[in-house]
């Protein structure tokens, strides 16, 4: 597994990733079995984490594009490498 960083449409809008990087079709098997087909930037994007006491990163990352997400959401490798172990659920 790489670090991979899941991205609304909007972002990669953004960040202008169709510019630097070629885009893949990537497709995922969910936990019951369906399939879902993503864009792919592999390794396009360097990803650091800012707090008041440390930075970790650059960690390069893959960003997969969903037209679906509203949100950004970290895999488990990218938060390890992140040193991201504990966070809270409100």
Not at 5 to 18: A, D, F, R
Not at 32 to 53: C, H, M, P, Q, S
């Amino acid at each position: 597994m790489e670090p991979e960083i899941l991205v609304p449409s909007h972002v990669v809008n953004q960040l202008k990733l169709h510019n630097i990087k070629e885009l893949e079709t990537y497709t995922k098997i969910t936990g019951d079995g369906r399939e879902i087909r993503f864009l792919k930037y592999r390794n396009a994007v360097k990803v650091y984490v800012v707090t008041g006491d440390r930075v970790e990163g650059p960690i390069i990352n893959t960003v997969l594009l969903s037209t679906r997400a509203k949100y950004t959401l970290l895999n488990d490798k990218l938060l390890s490498k992140l040193k991201i172990n504990s966070f809270r659920l409100w």
